[in-house]
């Protein structure tokens, strides 16, 4: 059965560069979620999108911003990039209150 | 956390050994689900249970949910080496976009 994709695996980027994450959701799954997890830490909610339209919205920087597009894959777009930003970056896709189903997530290490 | 926390923090068992993890959480939800993610990996969903549930089941898994008290647990029994992994839970809420909010996590350790 199709997973949800993501990709790149890992992105090592230097300070102050632009980063961009893509996830590919499970077909017919209307909603993606993205969530930051720093070194030991549990993750946490940035964004969602239903239906190519922004859901609701976490702890997401300034410098990050996201969309979905027509195909429901989404984008997360990191500017000014900062090593604090150096993380584990995961998608889900769900139905609305259905079982998350998380992409095996991107690694961003900001040197 | 936003979410609250998870008891205990670590756990080293013995293999063969059970294993019980708690989470609390702090608003009304709409489901809760756990999660096993190994070292630095991807987060591998392991059981959902709804509000209106009370337990359930799934292999060497057993979870139980007091809406009450605004707590979980995670029963794995016959724990095995393999079982070694970080353990979240994770709510849902029905009032928002269903995004889920994360306990700290249980990191569970079992020895061969």
């Known amino acids: 059965a199709a997973g949800v994709i993501q990709s790149p695996r890992h992105l090592i980027k230097e300070k102050r560069e632009t980063a961009t994450l893509k996830c590919y959701p499970i077909p017919r799954h209307d909603t993606v979620y993205w969530y930051q997890q720093g070194p030991g830490q549990d993750p946490q909610f940035l964004i969602s999108?239903?239906?190519?339209?922004?859901?609701d919205k976490g702890s997401i920087p300034d410098r990050f911003s996201a969309q979905q597009f027509s195909d429901y894959h989404s984008e997360l777009n990191m500017s000014s990039l900062e090593l604090g930003d150096s993380a584990l970056y995961f998608c889900?896709?769900?139905?609305?209150?259905?079982?998350?189903?998380f992409g095996q997530g991107t690694r961003l290490t900001v040197v | 956390s936003q979410q609250g926390e998870e008891d205990p923090q670590a756990l080293s068992i013995q293999e063969g050994e059970n294993a019980t993890m708690n989470c609390s959480y702090k608003?009304?939800?709409?489901?809760l689900q756990w999660y096993r993610q190994n070292s630095g990996r991807g987060l591998v969903h392991l059981i959902l249970i709804r509000s209106n549930e009370r337990e359930k089941h799934s292999g060497r898994l057993r979870v139980t949910l007091d809406t009450s008290k605004k707590s979980s647990s995670l029963l794995i029994t016959a724990s095995r080496a393999a079982d070694t992994a970080s353990y979240f839970c994770a709510t849902a809420r029905m009032d928002s976009s269903y995004k889920l909010i994360f306990g700290s996590g249980t990191r569970l350790l079992v020895r061969p």
């Open positions: 999108f239903y239906e190519k339209m922004q859901s």
């Open positions: 608003t009304s939800i709409n489901n």
């Open positions: 889900d896709s769900s139905l609305p209150g259905d079982k998350a189903f």
